[in-house]
């Protein structure tokens, strides 16, 4: 594995050796936020946290995350944190990067050393459709920060509008299953491509079921100089329809069917699956988790099923050659 | 360390230029750009100064005109200062993001080459991108030549970042006529220039790990209210601070900038109010109607954000017969500034004759013979006691006369 | 038993959400909100309990209001996975040392992912009424479930 491309760390990196290890960490994302019992953004966010010790200036767009966790006069961030509005969070958060190299080499910062880590936070509707040019912006301009999407498959936030994430056969507000329809026929935008195709050094596939793969990808991208982008699924209760207490169980469903295969992409070439399941599910036993795949049990839409399948695992087919052939 | 530039005493800038310099001389820590007619040579200029070691900060060319306010917000809210350019499309690309900033109280400086508005595309000079930002909540200046675009600059930086104030400021200039005419400039030394706009004090530091903050929180409806009465109060409480930093560039340069200019208004009867390099035309074209015997004055709303509402007031109630001149294209209805205007003249006592022109729109040239023409019609009114035209005019516009409503006065 | 103001901030969950109605006076400048009140250099390396929370950090306001259950944690069947503070999507769990010692029952929403996520048999972790008392709820603990031939 040719690391030569990823700089030392100098993070104040955290002990994931073990849960207990970890769980020594203090959290620095806090309570009374108005997120959904049972949201995994609020998992991951706090994952994220806990990865490191060094101070963090995160942005968010638009979405759940944000409008739940800084609502006037309330604020959940115990770190600096910077909403402006729907596309632009890989922006301004790199942009305040690009500040602080500025006032470090003029020594205008109140402690020059104090290191620190830029992440923006998306969900999928802001990181693949409305930010989607800010995005590719800011990881074409080779900026150094990590971009995390917290990908639910739909603009949650608004009562569920389908995005480009969303998946084939799943029923949203505005492609809604009926008699007529079957609910999305697009194909679900593979972002994690596209964002190796800039040139990033590191970019991944993450899961907050997999707490440990997750904290070490986490990790990887902070320490890693460039720009970063890890999509992560964030299964969500209200939107999938699906009982809140049940978000690890589904993210064990959409880990363990390969819908979401965790793996991970190093310089834009080197894949390594991070995840594989011990006993592989059917699609079946994921999708007849949820509401919002519900109609596809009908006896007419058996064929979306199949097509879904298809698709696991012809991407599961892909993942494995590249990460063989090592490219 | 930036490598030192030489100026002359006495430079010859076009408007585009001029700005650039501005910025240079500011020190700007994060200019944030994207290219676009008739603003491109701003941020053009301002690579060639980084490409050549005369600045210390970073030039970051983005994807698009709402990624470069986006940009500016997050450099500014990083504690330092920010700055870049735009026109007309672009503009209105990043109309989202200048409504964001000001709630935010980034005193960002944003130079606005002003540019028709689309359909049709036009890339030559009117106020349409300007009017759309009137209420975007940034303090808004009017350049009316290459000297005002580098003064006004100046002076917007210091405005901004006053801790009483933390507000963003827009400095105007007309594109092409402005932009890419070569005039006489006398810039300040660059050591001069920073001085009068002073260090950069940080506000809500994004980088104070010491003391996190949180940017952009969320407002319902037992909260906006009372943030945006904030703001606007805030606005219009700058109107001091801008009269301070006017005068203290006075005393710098010799230079007088007021929130109204008034030319010749002592004993105007007849008023021509405009901005832009309109004020220049009209100004040249008074002088001449004066010989005749028609007294004729100019006002320019130098600082049309927050609007000098007592100032214009002021500035016109002696007059007979004004005619405010609108640069952008109206859309249904009498142009923004006459409207502004007119809404301050009524609450005098004398209540001068107001009419409204359309003019110049996507660059048509706006002559002093047009303008000699405008004031003879004011005249016109004011020998009669009221309105004998239509209330609004379209002026050097091809084909029939074009004009909507008449006075019920008189 | 767990002390149901367990390691508490003095100012944790006092305020309902939506905060006293202040005029445009006294809100903030461009409604930035501050996390902390004085010096919060190394907030990362403090509990919660050490920190100074200012006004405006949702810690110091209550979501309880939400449960209609709520989880139960006993301490005696416990083996300290971290599990549920992994999971814990409201920062309610309360760990110190590696070690559970129950849950923040200003911010727990009643979610029950933590039940869902407990290993132990029976769990450590379960669902009761918002209104049960602990004592109560800790004495009809379940026995270990038998695995079914």
């Known amino acids: 594995m040719d690391t030569s491309k990823r700089k030392e760390a100098k993070m104040a990196i955290t002990s994931i050796k073990n849960l207990k290890e970890f769980s020594t960490n203090n959290d620095r994302f806090e309570g009374a936020h108005t997120l959904c019992p049972g949201c995994a953004h609020s998992m991951i966010v706090r994952e994220l946290m806990n990865c490191t010790d060094d101070n963090l200036v995160i942005s968010s767009n638009t979405g759940c995350l944000e409008v739940s966790t800084a609502v006037y006069p309330f604020t959940s961030w115990d770190t600096s944190w910077i909403h402006i509005g729907f596309e632009n969070a890989a922006t301004s958060v790199t942009a305040a990067q690009v500040m602080h190299q500025v006032r470090k080499k003029k020594g205008t910062l109140k402690d020059s050393d104090a290191p620190v880590k830029f992440v923006a936070f998306g969900g999928d509707g802001s990181t693949f459709d409305i930010g989607f040019q800010w995005l590719s912006g800011a990881m074409e301009r080779g900026h150094d920060f990590t971009y995390i999407c917290l990908d639910n498959e739909n603009y949650a936030n608004t009562g569920g509008q389908r995005s480009s994430a969303t998946p084939i056969g799943a029923t949203t507000s505005t492609a809604q299953a009926g008699t007529h329809s079957y609910g999305k026929k697009e194909k679900k935008k593979d972002i994690v491509s596209i964002m190796a195709a800039h040139g990033s050094p590191y970019v991944a596939q993450l899961a907050p079921n997999k707490w440990k793969s997750m904290a070490k990808g986490f990790q990887k991208a902070l320490e890693t100089e460039g720009p970063c982008f890890i999509n992560t699924v964030s299964p969500c209760c209200t939107e999938w329809k699906f009982d809140p207490k049940d978000t690890i169980n589904i993210t064990d469903l959409a880990t363990d069917t390969l819908m979401f295969p965790i793996y991970e992409i190093i310089d834009s070439h080197e894949l390594n699956i991070l995840y594989r399941p011990k006993n592989l599910l059917k699609v079946e036993d994921y999708l007849g988790a949820q509401g919002r795949y519900k109609h596809l049990f009908k006896p007419e839409n058996k064929h979306v099923i199949e097509q879904i399948q298809d698709g696991i695992d012809k991407n599961w087919e892909m993942l494995q050659r590249r990460e063989e052939a090592r490219i | 360390m930036a490598v030192k530039y030489d100026l002359n005493e006495r430079e010859v800038w076009d408007g585009n230029f001029a700005a650039s310099q501005a910025l240079r001389q500011a020190q700007v820590d994060v200019v944030v750009a994207y290219p676009i007619t008739p603003s491109t040579p701003i941020v053009e200029n301002y690579g060639a100064y980084v490409a050549n070691g005369y600045i210390d900060g970073e030039f970051v060319m983005v994807e698009s005109e709402h990624a470069a306010m986006s940009g500016c917000i997050g450099a500014s809210a990083a504690g330092g200062r920010v700055s870049t350019a735009t026109s007309s499309q672009g503009f209105a690309l990043m109309v989202e993001v200048l409504y964001q900033a000001s709630g935010m109280r980034l005193p960002i400086v944003l130079n606005v080459v002003n540019r028709a508005l689309a359909s049709p595309l036009n890339v030559r000079g009117d106020h349409a991108d300007m009017y759309l930002g009137r209420d975007s909540g940034w303090i808004q200046f009017g350049a009316f030549n290459a000297q005002e675009a580098y003064d006004l600059a100046l002076c917007a930086f210091k405005v901004g970042e006053n801790h009483d104030v933390r507000l963003p400021v827009m400095v105007h200039q007309d594109g092409f006529i402005t932009s890419h005419t070569a005039q006489n400039c006398y810039p300040l030394t660059d050591e001069a220039a920073y001085n009068f706009i002073g260090d950069f004090v940080p506000v809500d530091d994004l980088l104070d790990f010491s003391r996190p903050v949180t940017y952009g929180a969320q407002t319902e409806e037992d909260w906006h209210f009372e943030h945006k009465a904030k703001q606007h109060k805030a606005l219009m409480d700058s109107r001091s601070v801008i009269d301070d930093v006017f005068e203290e560039f006075e005393k710098l340069t010799g230079r007088k900038y007021n929130r109204v200019e008034s030319y010749d208004m002592e004993d105007a009867d007849v008023v021509i109010v405009g901005l832009g390099t309109t004020v220049e035309t009209a100004r040249v074209a008074a002088k001449q109607l004066r010989e005749e015997g028609i007294k004729a004055g100019v006002v320019a709303i130098r600082c049309f954000r927050p609007f000098p509402f007592d100032l214009v007031r002021e500035a016109l109630e002696g007059a007979k017969a004004v005619a405010v001149t609108d640069r952008s294209a109206p859309g249904g209805a009498m142009g923004a500034f006459f409207n502004e205007v007119a809404a301050a003249l009524y609450s005098t006592d004398t209540r001068p004759l107001v009419t409204n022109f359309i003019y110049g729109l996507g660059g048509r040239d706006f002559s002093i013979d047009e303008a000699k023409r405008i004031f003879r019609e004011q005249q016109a009114h004011a020998d009669a006691g009221h309105i004998t035209t239509d209330i609004q005019q379209f002026s050097g516009l091809r084909g029939p006369h074009l004009g909507y409503f008449q006075t019920k006065r008189g | ?149």
């Open chain 3, 1 to 149: 038993m767990q002390d149901q103001n367990l390691r508490a901030g003095s100012n944790r969950g006092e305020k309902e959400l939506g905060g006293e109605l202040v005029g445009w006076d006294e809100v903030t400048q461009g409604i930035i909100l501050t996390s902390f009140d004085g010096d919060a250099s190394g907030i990362a390396h403090m509990k919660a309990e050490e920190r100074n929370y200012s006004g405006f950090n949702s810690y110091t306001a209550s979501v309880a209001a939400w449960r209609v259950r709520k989880p139960v944690f006993n301490i005696d069947v416990c083996i300290d996975c971290q599990n549920c503070w992994v999971w814990c999507p409201d920062s309610s769990i309360i760990s110190r040392d590696k070690q559970m010692l129950g849950i923040d029952y200003d911010h727990c929403k009643g979610c029950e992912v933590c039940v869902e996520v407990c290993p132990t048999n029976p769990k450590s972790l379960l669902m009761f009424g918002e209104n049960e008392d602990l004592e109560t709820a800790l004495s009809q603990w379940p026995e270990k479930k038998k695995k079914e031939k």
